[in-house]
């Protein structure tokens, strides 16, 4: 199957997300997508509190002298911006814009905050709903025109060094994010005609998807004192003297949902990471006549002991035992405990995981503690199994030769590193090789150019 | 002080959400405040969770014949809403709707989900933005334009009792929810001339604000077939008829932010629930000359001890203690650590409650015990505090005389209830007295109709 049909497939089957909505590019986060965004996004947010940042919530609506306030940044969204003009029947006196971004809604609000440069740091983030009117091909969860969900960080600073630690600082961050889902990345500095709008650089994460094409992941901006120029944002320095803060952003979204099912996904269904999987154990009885009442308690007491460590859930569903099986294997549930009248005169427990669809049996003495070490296992294996995914599709070349990239890229795909020379590195390099420049990386040590077909 | 002056005063120094956003009715949620929602949704997230609700995540556009499908209920919104009409410079084909509440978006989806009776129930829920353009004076967190934090919850069944049940149901945890954050309320039956557009009865929840106007903080609503005749969603019975599903829906919104503050605060500022609130314990060195480690020291230790069970802060900021102990009496902070060299010779802890202002001293081997026992008396005593001030508000009358409840109402305000009789119960009513009619309440045994000065 291809793969955007198998995409599709699993939204609706593993229930994550209806597209049915009556409006291009927007859709439902069904109850189990949700858990899944929810135990994801839990997870970024641990990692931000921990490291100083604090949460908060800024308005939706963004007046329009606002947003084209920062002449280069609304260049960069002007086409695709939402904008209300009515409230009720009454026109508005001025138009509202759906935060693409919340760049300029932040940053006025910062100009109020900062006056010294004690004021200063400042980490701030949200977790919102931003828009585009996307007139390409809309994907759901890839590309949307209501992003249901964007973690946006804004950091202001008091010296460009700590702009910049701050970026290393995100960097690292977003690394530990997406070494805790197993989703493997490529970083680079984005080529200059393909920066945030406003930033002096961007630095993205790439993933690559299961046909070979790479899906932007996140991105951090340095952006200098572009914005805090623009928006006024001064303190006074040490010595005195006044200076414009030293600006920082950086995101994640619903891509991330995208990411964690197709890169972990198979043929069966979703391959959930222990971690964001809304049901980590599920305990199907398997009933055999006469034996009804010791398979139902025995269930129910596995039941008991399992849930305050873990997510469990018992299917109890009158329905044959394979159909369990095959609805649990599609929505990725990591591990299923089988209950049968053997079993328990053996005391033994079967266990079968989802990642490798193996069955394997252990002592009821040491399930807790097979249970533990398994999903660690899981883990792992889904996470080296992806790297050497992402490993094989990457294409180290001596030197440009545009045939053999095109080539490359129409057969085994993925992405092409040539090592880096300032001559070649422009535009029309995109041109010669019909493909797309992510930017500047490192790769095993060497700096290349970093070529793909992009999401 | 004035309460309205008092209540702005307050969410500003205790920085809890920042006015000063340039569109009316749209506000900031500081960090400090964005905790303190973070807090409270999880209570009601959790007792919807445990009684069977999913949460998931609806489109926040509205397409135009959608929002306009149910003739009373568009009726109620239409000149509230916010209209979107451009998509960067291309104007729409279908103007969109900037959700006001979710109906018709969830019900449009209902349909597509539910096909025989065993479909049902669906028991689901968001917590949103949701938009209103008023055109009234707006407040922070009680009448915005941008509504940050809508906790909707939408239900279908194949009965009507079931559905009656349900409306049950959603009083009772929205009693739970507001008995666990020591909010009082009176619940009534809406006036059919007051019900929520499209409903066949809406339930509220009332509590009341210090200069005693009463606040709509939760309401619940029997949409019987209503909405389900217009928007199809029909299923097949046991019996293999055809019959629309039975629906209610229920919300809370970013008021109950505001009313914890209004009801629990005093002249110093805020008096938070020890549930909520975002430090539970404050630890303030007192520093003397020659002592500075051992007093450090042993403020840290302390952290140590405490901060797996609670939520601590040590403020090690280089200011006057009387300084830092006002700060977080604004902030509300329920329990402050003193850490003095004297006590740490006597081996004790000087503890201050921040509800009755007192400070005590504790044996340091009884701390986490004393801590955990005095957290729930602050919060058994702000609780009956509250219901004290709310009981004290409410005025029982034998019979109506408009004279009487105009001079209540404008000197000691309030609630005021007469015995419910069929033959007053009328729009008129609310002219004579000036007033607005809650609706029928049970009041000590007894039904009465509730009148008051709302917000």
């Not at 009556?22 to 858990?35: M, T």
């Not at 961050?173 to 200059?192: A, H, M, N, V, W």
Request: contains cysteine; charged residues 30%; negative net charge.
């Amino acid at each position: 199957m291809e793969f955007s049909e198998w995409y599709s497939d699993i939204l609706e089957k593993a229930e994550i997300y209806d597209v049915r909505y009556p409006i291009k590019g927007c859709g439902v986060y069904l109850p189990y997508g949700f858990k899944i965004r929810r135990y994801t996004f839990e997870i970024i947010r641990n990692l931000l509190d921990e490291s100083g940042h604090d949460e908060a919530l800024f308005p939706m609506l963004i007046p329009e002298d606002l947003l084209a306030k920062e002449g280069e940044h609304i260049k960069g969204f002007e086409d695709e911006v939402y904008w209300v003009t009515h409230g009720g029947k009454t026109p508005l006196d001025v138009k509202l814009a759906l935060r693409p971004t919340s760049e300029t809604s932040i940053y006025y609000m910062m100009k109020l905050w900062v006056k010294v440069h004690t004021d200063l740091p400042i980490k701030i983030y949200q977790i919102v709903n931003t828009f585009r009117y996307e007139t390409k091909h809309t994907r759901p969860l890839i590309r949307l025109r209501e992003i249901m969900t964007f973690k946006e960080a804004h950091t202001a600073h008091s010296t460009k060094e700590e702009a910049e630690k701050q970026v290393k600082e995100a960097i690292s961050i977003y690394k530990k994010f997406f070494d805790t889902l197993g989703i493997p990345y490529l970083i680079s500095k984005r080529p200059e005609w393909d920066k945030f709008p406003g930033a002096e650089y961007t630095m993205a994460f790439d993933t690559i998807f299961p046909d070979g094409r790479t899906m932007q992941i996140a991105t951090v901006h340095n952006l200098g004192q572009n914005f805090s120029k623009t928006f006024e944002i001064i303190f006074e320095t040490p010595t005195g003297d006044k200076d414009y803060a030293y600006q920082t952003c950086y995101g994640i979204s619903d891509r991330v949902i995208a990411s964690i099912i197709a890169i972990h996904g198979d043929e069966k269904g979703l391959v959930l990471p222990p971690i964001v999987a809304p049901i980590q154990i599920v305990i199907v009885p398997l009933i055999f006549k006469g034996k009804e009442k010791e398979v139902n308690e025995k269930a129910k007491e596995l039941y008991e002991k399992l849930k305050g460590k873990f997510r469990v859930h018992i299917d109890d569903r009158d329905i044959r035992p394979g159909r369990k099986f095959n609805d649990w294997e599609i929505k990725g549930v990591p591990l299923r405990i089988e209950v049968g009248p053997k079993d328990i005169e053996n005391k033994k427990i079967t266990l079968f995981r989802r990642d490798t669809m193996e069955k394997f049996q252990v002592d009821e003495t040491q399930l807790e503690e097979v249970i533990e070490k398994t999903l660690n296992n899981i883990m792992e294996n889904i996470k080296n199994r992806a790297w050497e995914k992402f490993e094989n599709f990457i294409t180290v070349l001596e030197d440009i030769n545009p045939d053999e990239i095109k080539k490359i890229l129409s057969e085994k795909r993925g992405v092409i590193l040539i090592p880096f020379k300032e001559e070649i590195y422009n535009e029309e390099l995109e041109e010669k090789v019909e493909a797309t420049i992510l930017g500047e990386t490192e790769y095993k040590g060497n700096k290349y150019i970093a070529i793909a077909k992009t999401y």
